[in-house]
C-alpha cells in the first residue's frame, strides 16, 4: 500500500473518454488504490448504525420509550449537514499532524480516532440510568464519522483518475457494506455471546462488551491511514488573512461548481437532492414492518442484516463493473428504474405475511438495485467534483442527497397509521418517476461535462 497515488483533475482536465475489456474492468479492482478503499470503506461504516439502528435497538432493550428513541435519530443529521465544516477539512491543516501525514490522512486518523474514543464512552455509559451522557458520545461520534466521510471522500477523489473512480465507489461501498454486517448483526451476536444463557432483556454487561468491540474495529482503518500514501495536494495560494482564507475554503467552492455548470446547476442539484428518495424513505419504516409481519429478530438479521447486506455488495460490485464498461449515466438511470420497481416487491410481501423464503427474495432483488445505484451514483458525485475543492464540494453534494428523504421519510409513520403499507410502498414507489426524468435531463448535461470543466476557476 505505498505506491505513489496519482492526482489527476477530473474537472479542469477531463482523460479521454475510453471503453474497457471485461477484463480491464475487473482488474481496476485489484489495484491498490481500491484495496485501500475497502479497508477505509469498513471504517467508514462502521459508525453509522452503532449511533442509529443498533442504538435505537439497546435503548428499547433498556426501556427507553419509543418517542425518545425517535427523537434521537436525528443525531445521524450530523451526515446531512457536514458539508457546513467541510470547507474546514479541506484546508485548514491539523498543528503537527498534518506536516507529518498530510492534509487528507491528518483529518483521517483524527476522525478514526474520535469515534474510537466516543464508541467506548457508548460502552461505559449505561442508558437505563442515565440517556444523557451515552447520547453526548453518540452525536461525537456522529460528528466525527461525518468529519471521517468529507476526507474519506476528497482522499478517493484525488486517488485516482476519473474512469477508476467507479471501481473505487465500488469496493468503498463493499468495505462499507460489510462494515455495516458487523455493526448491524456482529455487535447483537457479541452481545449475546456476552450474555450467556439468558440472552433475553438488557444487559449493561454484554452491551459494554460489544461496543467496546467496536471500537476495536476501528484499528484496521487507522492502519490503513498510517500506512497509504497521501494524494498529490491541489495547490493552492497562501491566504494573507482571514477573509481571503474563507474566500478560498468557503466561497470558491460553491461559486466553481456555479460558474462550471451555470443554469444546470439547479438540474444537477435537483437530481442529487431526489436520487435515493425510494430507498431512504421506505427504509425508515423497513423494520417496523418486519416487525408487525412477525419476522423474528433473528430472521430479520440474518435475511436483512447479512444476507441483504451480502446482496448490496453484489449490486455495488455489478454496478461499478457496469460503470465502467457502459458509463456512469446508463448505470445511473438502470439505478433509479431498479429502486424504485422494488419498493413494489414490499406490496407484495404485505400481502403474503411472515414468509422468510418471500422476504429473502424482496431482500434479494431491493439490496441489489440499492447496490448498483449507490456505485453509480457515487460515481457520478465524484464527476461533478473540481480537485481543488474535492472535499468542500462532495461533502455538500453527499449531503444534500439525504436532508430532503430524511425530512419527508419523518411523516412515513403517520402514512402508514392512515393508509397501511402497502400504499406506503407504492407511494414510495411513485417518488421515483421524477428521479428518471431527472437523470434523462442530467445525461445531457454530462455529455457536455468535458465543455465545462474547461471553464476556469473562479480561482
Not at 461499478?320 to 431498479?338: F, Q
Amino acid at each position: 500500500m505505498s505506491d505513489p497515488a496519482p492526482s489527476v483533475n477530473p474537472v479542469n482536465n477531463p482523460p479521454p473518454a475510453t471503453v474497457r475489456t471485461w477484463r480491464e474492468a475487473l482488474r481496476l479492482y485489484l489495484q491498490p488504490a481500491s484495496l485501500r478503499m475497502l479497508a477505509l470503506g469498513f471504517a467508514a461504516g462502521l459508525p453509522l448504525l452503532l449511533v442509529l439502528g443498533t442504538l435505537s435497538f439497546r435503548l428499547r432493550e433498556a426501556g427507553i420509550d419509543r418517542s425518545t428513541i425517535g427523537y434521537l435519530s436525528w443525531v445521524g443529521l450530523a451526515y446531512g449537514v457536514k458539508w457546513m465544516w467541510a470547507p474546514l477539512v479541506d484546508r485548514l491543516p491539523i498543528p503537527w499532524l498534518t506536516r507529518q501525514l498530510g492534509r487528507r490522512r491528518s483529518w483521517l486518523l483524527v476522525s478514526q480516532l474520535v469515534i474510537a474514543l466516543g464508541l467506548v464512552g457508548m460502552a461505559l455509559n449505561d442508558p437505563s440510568q442515565l440517556l444523557g451522557p451515552l447520547v453526548a458520545c453518540a452525536l461525537a461520534v456522529a460528528i466525527a464519522s461525518a468529519t471521517q466521510d468529507i476526507a474519506l471522500d476528497a482522499y478517493r477523489i484525488e486517488s485516482a483518475e476519473v474512469n477508476a473512480q467507479a471501481a473505487l465507489a465500488a469496493s468503498y461501498q463493499t468495505g462499507y457494506r460489510l462494515a455495516m454486517i458487523w455493526a448491524g448483526a456482529g455487535v447483537l451476536w457479541v452481545a449475546a455471546w456476552a450474555q450467556g444463557d439468558q440472552a433475553t432483556g438488557y444487559s449493561q454487561a454484554a452491551w459494554q462488551a460489544a461496543y467496546l468491540v467496536m471500537a476495536l474495529s476501528m484499528l484496521p482503518g487507522m492502519w490503513v491511514v498510517l500506512a497509504s500514501p497521501e494524494p498529490v495536494p491541489a495547490p493552492f495560494a497562501p491566504a494573507r488573512n482571514l477573509a481571503e482564507w474563507l474566500k478560498g475554503a468557503v466561497v470558491e467552492p460553491f461559486a466553481d461548481f456555479w460558474l462550471r455548470y451555470r443554469w444546470q446547476a439547479v438540474l444537477l442539484l435537483a437530481l442529487i437532492a431526489v436520487y435515493r428518495i425510494s430507498d431512504v424513505v421506505m427504509g425508515i419504516m423497513a423494520n417496523p414492518f418486519y416487525v408487525d409481519m412477525g419476522f423474528t429478530k433473528s430472521e430479520v438479521a440474518s435475511v436483512t442484516k447479512v444476507y441483504g447486506v451480502i446482496m448490496t455488495l453484489v449490486g455495488a460490485f455489478v454496478g461499478g463493473l457496469l460503470a465502467a464498461r457502459m458509463g456512469v449515466m446508463r448505470v445511473l438511470m438502470l439505478g433509479a428504474l431498479l429502486s424504485a420497481l422494488t419498493n413494489l416487491l414490499f406490496v407484495w410481501l404485505s400481502g403474503v405475511g411472515h414468509d422468510v423464503q418471500a422476504l429473502v427474495w424482496v431482500i434479494s432483488a431491493d439490496n441489489l438495485a440499492s447496490g448498483i445505484a449507490s456505485a453509480a451514483f457515487i460515481a457520478y458525485l465524484s464527476s461533478l467534483t473540481n480537485i481543488s475543492y474535492s472535499a468542500t464540494q462532495y461533502a455538500l453534494l453527499s449531503s444534500m442527497m439525504l436532508l430532503l428523504p430524511k425530512f419527508i421519510a419523518g411523516f412515513s409513520g403517520e402514512f402508514v397509521d392512515a393508509h397501511g403499507y402497502a400504499s406506503f410502498f407504492t407511494a414510495t414507489a411513485w417518488l421515483g418517476v421524477p428521479v428518471l426524468l431527472l437523470v434523462a435531463l442530467a445525461s445531457r448535461v454530462h455529455a457536455h461535462a468535458p465543455e465545462h470543466g474547461s471553464l476556469p476557476s473562479s480561482r
